[in-house]
Structures are given as structure tokens and as C-alpha cells.
């Protein structure tokens, strides 16, 4: 009897992994065929005992590991990584925040996957999965216990978009991103991603 169930449990998770299996690649393929990508975002945080008040703006990624994160609520917050280092500007402090990319706690730091080579197997080491409609909602754990967070669920789309994001930090903090108006390779140019401290804003340096 026990075998049998046995049995039954790894056909069960078998046919889990064969149907999951099209979806991972489904998303690679999408995102590791874009060199640019534009999409709106929304934003919230809860963390620290508190839930942060949600943000919003225009995401920007060029490959290789460049993104541009603009935002109209707070007006004037950008945050932006050039590929070496992180830089965060708060327009309420006048202050500039730069820390290396790879030393950065940032949780927006961990969806600079998508700037490189997107490949589940090789970052990921367990995954979940559940239907929701036509969506499919896959939670993540990386194979790497260094890192800032310890968990990523996506929503996707039948079209493979990533529609929602979940990123659970090592520090049991919970950052979510809403996407909407995806455009896969818009012009976006370099000039984009050189950040350029605003006039008598302060910088702090972090990690370096």
C-alpha cells in the first residue's frame, strides 16, 4: 500500500513538472530574446512592522544589466542601475544612495535577472505552481542562500508575460510589483542609464 502511494505521489509531481515545464521556458523564451524592455509599475513594501504607501512609474531594462526605474508617485524618486552600481535618489532628502550592484539589499535588484540570461534551472532550485484563470502563479527559491531575498513568485499570462511579482526578502520583508503595457525591445538609449546626481544632492556611498 505505501508503495503504491508512493507511486502515485511521483506520477502526480511528474505530471506537475511536465506542465510547468512549457511555462519556464515559455517565460525564458520571451524575455531572453528582448535586449530593451518599457513597462508601468506599481509598487508596494511591508517590512519593518509597517506597509509602506504604494508607488508608481515606468520601469526601463537594457541588457546587459541596466534598468531605469522612474517614478511619478513620489514624484522625482529614481532608481537606477548602470550595470556595475545602484544609485537611488530621494527627492524628499535631496540624497543619492550608490552601492555596488552586487552588494545592493535593494529587493527591486533581484528582477535584474531578466537583464541577463533568464535560465530557472540553473538560478532556481525548487518551485510551486498553481492555475489562476489562464494565469499561472510560480513561486521560486534560489539555489544561492547569499542573496537578498529568499523567494520570487511570478503571475504570468497565457502570453508569458510577468504580471505580478512577489519578492520575500531574507529579512521576512515582502516587496510586490504590478506590471502593465509591456513593449519587448522599444529604442531606449544608453544615455538612459548614466546617472546623474541632481544639483546639491548628497551622496552617501554604501559597500564600497
Not at 523564451?29 to 524592455?37: D, F
Not at 508596494?44 to 526601463?60: D, I, M, S, V
Not at 534598468?67 to 535618489?89: C, H, I, N, Q
Request: hydrophobic letters at 40%.
Amino acid at each position: 500500500m505505501r508503495q503504491r502511494a508512493a507511486w502515485v505521489c511521483l506520477l502526480a509531481w511528474a505530471a506537475s513538472a511536465a506542465e510547468l515545464a512549457p511555462v519556464l521556458r515559455g517565460i525564458e523564451n520571451r524575455y531572453n530574446r528582448a535586449q530593451t524592455l518599457e513597462v508601468n509599475f506599481e509598487q508596494t513594501y511591508r517590512g519593518q512592522g509597517r506597509a509602506w504607501k504604494p508607488e508608481r512609474g515606468r520601469l526601463l531594462l537594457r541588457k546587459p544589466g541596466k534598468m531605469r526605474w522612474e517614478y511619478s508617485e513620489p514624484p522625482g524618486k529614481l532608481f537606477v542601475t548602470d550595470g556595475k552600481f545602484a544609485w537611488l535618489y530621494t527627492p524628499e532628502s535631496n540624497e543619492v544612495e550608490r552601492t555596488r550592484l552586487k552588494e545592493t539589499e535593494d529587493l527591486r535588484a533581484p528582477l535584474a535577472f531578466l537583464l541577463g540570461k533568464l535560465d530557472f534551472e540553473r538560478d532556481f532550485r525548487r518551485f510551486i505552481w498553481r492555475r489562476e484563470g489562464e494565469d499561472y502563479w510560480v513561486v521560486a527559491e534560489p539555489k544561492s542562500d547569499r542573496l537578498v531575498y529568499a523567494q520570487v513568485e511570478f503571475r504570468v499570462d497565457r502570453e508569458f508575460r510577468i504580471r505580478h511579482v512577489r519578492i520575500q526578502g531574507q529579512d521576512r520583508s515582502l516587496m510586490e510589483f504590478r506590471f502593465e503595457g509591456e513593449r519587448l525591445n522599444p529604442p531606449l538609449p544608453e544615455s538612459l542609464f548614466v546617472f546623474k546626481p541632481p544639483a546639491g544632492a548628497r551622496l552617501i556611498e554604501s559597500n564600497l
